[in-house]
C-alpha cells in the first residue's frame, strides 16, 4: 500500500492592520516539482481580484480534471475510442448555509467517441469513474454527472 503526499507552497503578503475590508486577498501558489505558479485571490465576492483564480474555482477544477482523468482511464482500459472531452464545470455556494460550502458541482462534458462506439457503454463508465475519482471522493458536496456523448 502506497501513502500519496501533495505539497504546496503558498506566499502571502501584506498587512492586516486596516481591518478585514482593506487586506489584499493576492497571493500565489507552488506545488513543486511542478514549476507552475498560480496567481490567486478570493472570490470577487469576497472583495478579491476577478483577474486571478478563487480557491473556489480551483475546487469546481480538480472535481472535473479528475473526473476526466479517471473517465480517460476506464475508456482506454475499455478500448473505447475517446477523441474529445470538453466541459464546463460548475460549483455552487449558498451563502445562506453554514457552515459555507461548495454544496453542488455540477459536471456537464461533451464527450465524442469514434463513430459506432456504444453511447450506453460510455455512459455506464463515466458514472463509474466518479465512483473511483480521488477527488469526488474526498468532497461533501453533490455532484451530479450530465454527459453528453456524441460520435465524431
Not at 28 to 45: G, M, N, W
Not at 71 to 98: K, P, Q, S
Not at 117 to 145: P, Y
Amino acid at each position: 500500500m502506497t501513502v500519496h503526499s501533495y505539497a504546496t507552497h503558498l506566499v502571502w503578503s501584506g498587512s492586516t492592520r486596516s481591518g478585514w475590508a482593506s487586506y489584499p486577498r493576492k497571493h500565489e501558489a507552488l506545488a513543486p516539482p511542478a514549476a507552475a505558479r498560480v496567481d490567486l485571490s478570493a472570490d470577487p465576492a469576497f472583495r478579491g481580484d476577478a483577474e486571478r483564480l478563487n480557491p473556489e474555482q480551483l475546487l469546481v477544477m480538480a472535481a472535473a480534471s479528475c473526473q476526466m482523468l479517471s473517465f480517460l482511464a476506464l475508456a482506454a482500459r475499455h478500448r473505447i475510442d475517446v477523441v474529445d472531452y470538453e466541459e464546463e464545470a460548475e460549483g455552487t455556494m449558498d451563502d445562506a448555509r453554514r457552515p459555507a460550502r461548495i454544496g453542488h458541482i455540477r459536471l456537464a462534458p461533451v464527450i465524442r467517441v469514434a463513430g459506432g462506439t456504444d453511447h450506453e457503454r460510455v455512459r455506464e463508465l463515466f458514472a463509474q469513474a466518479h465512483e473511483s475519482c480521488f477527488i469526488a471522493n474526498s468532497l461533501t458536496s453533490t455532484v451530479t454527472l450530465e454527459p453528453t456523448v456524441l460520435d465524431t
